[in-house]
């Protein structure tokens, strides 16, 4: 069993950064893939970053691309989100999860453990 803690969210203008961490847990992290989702009021949870068993490999969707950067340490057990040039769009609760799959998962069904999420606030 995985339990993932998220932190670092908070309030910022548009055009800010935040960076945010998730430490995980109760498992071998080496051996999942991580992602950050995040779910705006009214919304479905959205898929934003992922970075690959390995860590070799990071991707990204096409509204977060260039502007948020996935990576992982896995002496410390944490995954990271690093998030720039931050847009009042990007407001939502920002989840951490991990998935035991290969590949490149980026759907919720996907992940078998959730953090309980950090609130992001971007203001105009």
């Known amino acids: 069993q995985v339990q993932l803690v998220e932190s670092g969210g908070g309030l910022v203008q548009a055009g800010g950064s935040l960076r945010l961490s998730c430490a995980a847990s109760?498992?071998?992290?080496?051996?999942?893939?991580m992602g950050w989702f995040r779910q705006a009021p009214g919304k479905e949870r959205e898929f934003v970053a992922g970075n690959w068993r390995s860590g070799v490999g990071s991707y990204y969707s096409d509204s977060v691309k260039g502007r948020f950067t996935i990576s992982r340490d896995n002496a410390k057990n944490t995954v990271y989100l690093q998030m720039n040039s931050l847009k009042p769009e990007d407001t939502a609760l920002y989840y951490c999860a991990a998935s035991r799959r290969l590949g490149a998962p980026s759907l919720v069904y996907e992940y078998d453990y959730w953090g309980q999420g950090t609130q992001v606030t971007v203001s105009s």
């Open positions: 109760g498992g071998t992290f080496s051996s999942y893939a």
